[in-house]
């Protein structure tokens, strides 16, 4: 093998190596960051263990906003209008949560119907509802339909 | 009557566009001269008649038409005039017509300033463009057409919505769709190159200036819109991850890539396929950003309520587009003559391998942005991928860049030597030491971020100055003297500098509480006291707010009084309007959240931000090096010169 080839070969073989770990290791980052998206009535069927990274959301229930205490903590439900979720979140909430609104929250379970949430999201739009969250209220009624004879 | 004129017109235009991309392209391929003229007057009237069309909706706002829908749901009577003005683009369809009419300015401009070029590869190129804009003019008439009327008129309209009311978003979408838009230029470019089949050098260095601009918008475009979040969103964050924001990030990712790709081939001949390819790859992204900020596929923070018709239409079009455009590639480009070759160490291989990491780095983005829409269309349940994905990969794989930038302006063309190309920046290298050791001896207890953050940028901005101490050295280049492409690249290699130095400091070292402030209540963050004075109603034009004051102190020397809102709009929009305190070395922020216990007290973000800064100000400075290189002489067109060496340096010819 005459030296070019050989040098052309030596940088063709790291450069699949240098693709090879990079990929690797993207498609390892991207493997801890996927946050499952789960509506109330997935987390009463079991389906998020307790302290795995989840995303939540459905409709902030009527009624239920309670702010408490000495610092920012506040506790609201959420609903898929068939099972709730109770949530915990300390810290200034968006500018369009409202009760009877949509919402969105990443977090974990801290018990099997108590969600800590560490951030809730805000919508540009008050009119808008998630995809996620239509999606999760549709099969939250759909359930209801169905047990409802 | 005058929205029917709007819409009449904008019905010519689609017509002028497709007669622009049909006919000069077949007169190119049959070498009907008639045909080949018809590109630059077709390209004009498109131009004027789009341009018609959007002051036609301007002036609905301007006058408060309700009877036109888009006006009624974007707009009312106590609107204030230049938020009027910005309406226009403020939601979908008004900003479809913003994207159309910056495509047939650019155009219109590509006529008239390619007169070095011959007829025929000019006239591929403007059908190129009546193509895309075809594809643009109709997916507004069919799918959001502005001018709807709504019958009877209404008395009153909605309102904007009040985050858009604000001056970022005036400016923030017409220089983003600016850079967006002016990728087509590039991508036209290649695509008439592959199938004219055959490439001149000083076509490509005519497509540069185009690219450099193109870029330039897109930089302040970003720049503008992160801007804007930080204030007006409320919560003092600078850049999410959001797929909205990546959208518009992959293509200033592949553009940078192009534009030092273009500087090669334009300069050594080398690379050729690999430009015509990123500039495909550099205006599919742009397409494929629109799609996602416009069909709401994705969830996001910039996600309206939206129509899937529309996503659907985009997605056809961008499926055309970028499908088209490769197919001709993978059948044209092999014609394309093989590279002469350059050694391992040379500008050549630097460039390349900035390409890499650029490429690599936008790779990585795009799969963390579309991953939820295949897992999704795979049945593997909805998930999102959370923004430590990309806070981790991309500094990782954009590292090697910051510290590669230096080198590559000193290292020779086709062949150098490591050892030669690295002895000159000793001194720079010694800096970015000496400038850490010395911040993390003042600022005790700095975090390894943003130490490491002063070195990379320290270590850029020095390594940049380099090059101009060994300019000065010889004498005979001094004579000549710097070039303003290499003042411009000069620029912006120090505002990489400058920007990560603001990123490091910012992720690392800035201070956020949230807390719960009744009036007179303090609170100290690093040696600043922040107290809130009192809160009172205000009216606005269109607004109701809770003005709060806030002063801050160091000792007893007042620094800043900040007035935060808490702003009611009349469509019952509730918005927050932080009040900042700006400075060069850290910004103040506070923004009010939500009353407690019955307005007894407020939660209130309070935020110190060391250097933020400087995150858009190296952001300026790109933009303004991209500016100053696309204005260099060289790069200017010579007819006279054209003409009498056509030819003379093809770089591929058709089989």
């Known amino acids: ?149 | 009557m005058i929205p029917e004129l709007g819409q009449f017109s904008l019905i010519l235009a689609l017509l002028v566009a497709l007669v622009l991309g049909v006919l000069p392209m077949i007169g190119a391929q049959r070498g009907r001269e008639r045909w080949i003229a018809l590109a630059r007057p077709a390209a004009y009237v498109q131009c004027g008649l789009v341009a018609l069309s959007f002051a036609l909706l301007a002036h609905a706002f301007l006058v408060q038409d309700f009877s036109v829908a888009y006006v009624a749901e974007h707009s009312n009577s106590v609107l204030p005039v230049r938020y009027r003005f910005s309406a226009v683009w403020g939601a979908h369809e008004g900003s479809l017509l913003l994207w159309a009419l910056i495509l047939s300015v650019w155009t219109a401009l590509v006529a008239r300033f390619s007169r070095s070029l011959p007829d025929t590869f000019v006239a591929r190129v403007l059908s190129v463009l009546g193509l895309v804009s075809v594809g643009f003019l109709s997916l507004t008439l069919v799918t959001s057409n502005p001018f709807l009327r709504h019958l009877p008129g209404l008395a009153d309209g909605n309102d904007l919505n009040p985050l858009l009311q604000d001056f970022g978003m005036i400016v923030h979408p017409p220089m983003l769709y600016m850079g967006f838009v002016g990728f087509a230029v590039a991508f036209a470019f290649a695509v008439a190159a592959l199938i004219e089949g055959r490439v001149d050098t000083r076509w490509v260095r005519w497509s540069r200036p185009w690219t450099l601009v193109a870029w330039s918008f897109l930089t302040l475009g970003i720049a503008l819109g992160s801007w804007w979040a930080y204030y007006e969103l409320g919560w003092g964050g600078w850049w999410f991850w959001d797929p909205v924001e990546n959208a518009s990030f992959m293509p200033w990712l592949i553009g940078t890539a192009l534009i030092h790709s273009q500087a090669v081939t334009e300069k050594r001949g080398q690379l050729l396929r690999w430009t015509l390819l990123l500039a495909i790859i550099a205006f599919s992204l742009s397409l494929l950003g629109t799609f996602l900020v416009r069909s709401g596929v994705l969830t996001s923070v910039h996600a309206f309520a939206s129509d899937p018709t529309r996503g659907a239409f985009i997605l056809a079009f961008l499926g055309c587009v970028t499908g088209g455009a490769l197919a001709l590639y993978t059948w044209r480009a092999p014609r394309f003559s093989v590279d002469t070759g350059f050694e391992p160490v040379s500008r050549e291989s630097l460039l390349l391998l900035n390409n890499v990491f650029l490429v690599a780095a936008c790779a990585m983005v795009l799969l963390g942005t579309l991953y939820p829409l295949v897992a999704e269309a795979m049945g593997w349940g909805k998930v999102s991928v959370g923004p430590p994905y990309f806070g981790l990969l991309f500094p990782i794989l954009t590292a090697p860049l910051f510290l590669l930038v230096p080198f590559g302006p000193l290292a020779r063309w086709r062949q150098d030597q490591a050892m030669r190309i690295a002895a000159p920046f000793k001194i720079a290298f010694i800096a970015a030491l000496v400038v850490a050791a010395a911040a993390f001896a003042l600022a005790r207890g700095l975090p390894l971020r943003a130490v490491l953050g002063i070195v990379l940028g320290v270590w850029v901005i020095a390594g940049t100055l380099t090059y101009v101490r060994r300019f000065r050295a010889d004498p005979q280049r001094r004579a000549r003297g710097l070039s303003r492409e290499s003042i411009g690249m000069l620029i912006a290699h120090a505002g990489l500098g400058v920007f990560v130095i603001g990123v490091m400091l910012v992720e690392s070292t800035s201070i956020e509480k949230d807390l719960r402030m009744a009036r007179g209540e303090s609170v100290e963050v690093r040696g600043l006291r922040f107290t809130f004075e009192n809160i009172e109603p205000l009216d606005g034009p269109n607004y109701r707010a809770d003005h709060g004051v806030f002063v801050v102190r160091s000792g007893e020397r007042i620094v800043a009084t900040l007035h935060p809102q808490k702003r009611a709009y009349r469509n019952r929009q509730v918005m927050t309007e932080a009040a900042i305190d700006p400075g060069f070395t850290r910004d103040l922020y506070v923004a009010l959240g939500e009353p407690l216990d019955g307005g007894k007290a407020w939660a209130v973000r309070i935020y110190h931000k060391p250097f933020i800064r400087w995150i858009w100000l190296g952001a300026l400075f790109m933009m303004a090096g991209g500016l100053f290189a696309a204005a260099d002489k060289r790069l200017r067109e010579r007819r006279a010169q054209a003409l009498t060496d056509a030819g003379a340096d093809a770089l591929g010819a058709a089989a």
């Open chain 1, 1 to 149: 093998m005459n030296p070019i080839r050989r040098k052309r070969l030596l940088l063709i073989l790291l450069g699949l190596a240098a693709i090879g770990i990079a990929s690797a290791l993207v498609l390892l980052a991207l493997r801890e960051n996927l946050q499952h998206f789960v509506s109330p009535s997935d987390v009463d069927a079991g389906k998020a263990a307790i302290g795995q990274r989840i995303r939540i959301g459905g409709v902030v229930e009527e009624g239920s906003v309670r702010r408490g205490g000495e610092g920012l903590d506040v506790r609201f439900v959420v609903t898929d209008r068939f099972k709730t979720l109770r949530v915990h979140f300390r810290g200034i909430l968006p500018d369009l949560f409202r009760e009877g609104q949509s919402v969105i929250a990443s977090g974990a379970l801290t018990g099997p119907d108590l969600f800590e949430a560490d951030e809730v999201l805000a919508k540009h739009d008050e009119n808008y509802m998630p995809a996620e969250v239509a999606d999760a209220i549709a099969r939250g009624k759909a359930k209801k339909a169905e047990q409802a004879p």
